[in-house]
């Protein structure tokens, strides 16, 4: 340090305020001769000048089209229908034998009505109760595992028992009350979701 009262060079070192940045003497690569580039250190130097990433990793989502659920679907229907066929077969037995027991071979009309009625609420209840199952508990109905592609609430999280209870009853809307064109609505959605996923806020995805 220069001492402007006796005009002499010192070799004390120039005090530093505290709080202000330092920097590290140049270092010299002994085979080239070179200073090496000066790093400043303190207050708002950054360690690691790499760019820190903002937000969500995006994960990249296949919509289940139409032919896959309908494939599914259809492999559904092969199930409930010998299932039921083995209950209808069943029941039929057993009502016989009630029949003849009471010495009635052929039953009236009032009770062929009863019967189909009774056949008909059967077999809703039996077909509600397979999908509200399968989708509240993984989902996934065996077809939809087969070909496999999942249902899930429209912010991709799993799927809730009340959910699976709506979607469900969707089916009625898109296959009764709009003579299947709420299904076909899946083809034209730009999500490819069906009138009872929007019911419910679902939608059906391929697992990666």
């Known amino acids: ?18 709080g202000s940045p330092q920097t590290e003497p140049p270092q010299i690569n002994e085979s080239e ?7 400043a250190r303190g207050v708002g130097a950054s360690e690691d000048p790499s760019p820190i990433p903002h937000g969500p990793p995006q994960i990249n989502v296949r919509w289940a089209g139409f032919w896959a659920r309908g494939v599914a679907f259809l492999i559904d229907l092969i199930i409930l ?6 209950l209808a077969l069943t029941g039929s037995f057993a009502m016989g034998i009630s029949l003849r027991s009471i010495h009635l071979e052929i039953p009236s009309e009032e009770l062929v009505l009863f019967l189909l009625g009774l056949y008909l609420l059967i077999w ?12 509240g508990y993984g989902g996934q109905t065996p077809g939809k595992m087969l070909l496999r592609i999942r ?53 059906v995805i391929h697992e990666s």
């Open 1 to 18: 340090m220069y001492d402007p009262a006796s005009g002499l060079a010192s070799d004390e070192p120039i005090p530093i305020p505290p």
């Open 33 to 39: 001769g070179e200073a090496l580039p000066v790093r």
């Open 81 to 86: 229908d010998l299932l039921f066929l083995i």
């Open 124 to 135: 809703f209840l039996f077909n509600s109760a397979y999908f509200i199952f399968f989708l």
């Open 151 to 203: 249902v899930l609430k429209k912010d991709q999280q799993p799927l809730t028992w009340g959910r699976a209870v709506l979607r469900t009853l969707g089916y009625l809307i898109s296959g009764f009350l709009l003579l299947g064109i709420g299904f076909l609505m899946i083809v034209f959605h730009p999500q490819k979701r069906g009138v009872h996923d929007l019911i419910a806020g679902t939608l």
